[in-house]
T-cell receptor, first 114, second 114 residues
Framework: QKEVEQDPGPLSVPEGAIVSLNCTYS??????FMWYRQYSRKGPELLMY????GNKEDGRFTAQVDKSSKYISLCIRDSQPSDSATYLC??????????????FGKGTKLSVIP | DSGVTQTPKHLITATGQRVTLRCSPR?????VYWYQQSLDQGLQFLIQ???????AKGNILERFSAQQFPDLHSELNLSSLELGDSALYFC?????????????FGPGTRLTVL
């Protein structure tokens, strides 16, 4: 079992739709939870960050973390064609060496059709 | 633009060869991370350096090595290349190493091994 599981899609939705993306994980040491967006042939860029369990909202985006279920999600409201990208969940927690490297899901490719 | 630069953008080489990928972190960032992104494995952490010292190792092959120089730029050396090493290699940087620090990703180097 991989540490982080994410449905790779692809996911295709009409403009204006609500999109829900999610990941599950197995490592209880993860404390920090992130969503990165990656456009084609570009590096990932941070979209949302959440510490421990809870919700966080930023404009059209809402991130949720449920540590008891080891489940995180990202909701995109009123989706736009510019949201078309690959969305990667990422997690980190202290390793023995004090490093906080990121463990990523495989990414979900989203296409928003005008 | 994340402020992280990577060279070269593309690299095409043959099996058995050796290549060097270069990364310059954002100004002020002391920590450099290397990741490999392939279609089947997704984005995987390879190695981290902090202020010139190796801090953590992930799924890095023995044929691969890295270092961080006094000016904080980093190089990833890949030797005895195999077809399976073809991937996107990303460098990321952050201010420190402990706790949560946003990692800023470079544009990546696309390596093709023929």
């Amino acid at each position: 079992q991989k540490e982080v599981e994410q449905d790779p899609g692809p996911l295709s939705v009409p403009e204006g739709a609500i999109v829900s993306l999610n990941c599950t994980y197995s490592n209880s040491a993860f404390q920090y939870f992130m969503w990165y967006r990656q456009y084609s042939r570009k590096g990932p860029e941070l979209l949302m960050y959440t510490y421990s369990s809870g919700n966080k909202e930023d404009g059209r985006f809402t991130a949720q973390v449920d540590k008891s279920s080891k489940y995180i999600s990202l909701c995109i409201r009123d989706s736009q064609p510019s949201d078309s990208a690959t969305y990667l969940c990422a997690m980190s927690g202290a390793t023995g060496a004090g490093s906080y490297q990121l463990t990523f899901g495989k990414g979900t490719k989203l296409s928003v059709i005008p | 633009d994340s402020g992280v630069t990577q060279t070269p953008k593309h690299l095409i080489t043959a099996t058995g060869q050796r290549v060097t990928l270069r990364c310059s972190p954002r100004s002020g960032d002391l920590s450099v991370y290397w990741y490999q992104q392939s279609l089947d494995q997704g984005l995987q952490f390879l190695i981290q350096y902090y202020n010139g010292e190796e801090r953590a190792k992930g799924n890095i092959l023995e044929r691969f090595s890295a270092q961080q120089f006094p000016d904080l730029h980093s190089e990833l050396n890949l030797s005895s290349l195999e077809l399976g090493d073809s991937a996107l290699y990303f460098c990321a940087s952050s201010v420190t190493s402990g706790g949560y620090n946003e990692q800023f990703f470079g544009p990546g180097t696309r390596l093709t091994v023929l």
